[in-house]
């Protein structure tokens, strides 16, 4: 079975850090995405950062420069880094896994079929 669980939300002023972790169990896969989504009230799921199972990553246009993903195999753990974070960083963050092929990961929620429950991150001005 499956199970991915986030972690690491939280309350922050606005240019504070948090750094979030998605472990994962029970996945195994050669070729992958991992992907960090957030969503906020009233708004559409939306990607916020991929990693490939090559190394290569992706980040949506508004978190660029701010936002790192990374992840340990060893931990089976993967992490977003985030600083500066600002207002509208503020969301319930999840992390999703699918299998892939070669292509860039893509920011499709329909795509993945794996996912966590969720962390909130609240950013204060």
């Known amino acids: 079975q499956v199970r991915l669980e986030e972690s690491g939300g939280g309350s922050v002023q606005s240019g504070g850090s948090l750094r979030l972790s998605c472990t994962t169990s029970g996945y195994y896969s050669s070729r992958y995405c991992l992907a960090w989504f957030r969503q906020a009230p009233g708004k559409e799921r939306e990607g916020v950062a991929s990693?490939?199972?090559?190394?290569?990553?992706k980040y949506t246009n508004s978190v660029k420069g701010r936002f790192t993903i990374s992840q340990d195999n060893a931990r089976n753990t993967l992490y977003l880094q985030m600083e500066s974070l600002k207002p509208d960083d503020t969301a319930m963050y999840f992390c999703a896994a699918a299998n892939w092929g070669t292509a860039e990961c893509q920011f499709i929620p329909l795509i993945f079929p794996f996912w966590g429950q969720g962390t909130q991150v609240t950013v204060s001005s």
């Open positions: 990693i490939h199972s090559d190394g290569r990553t």
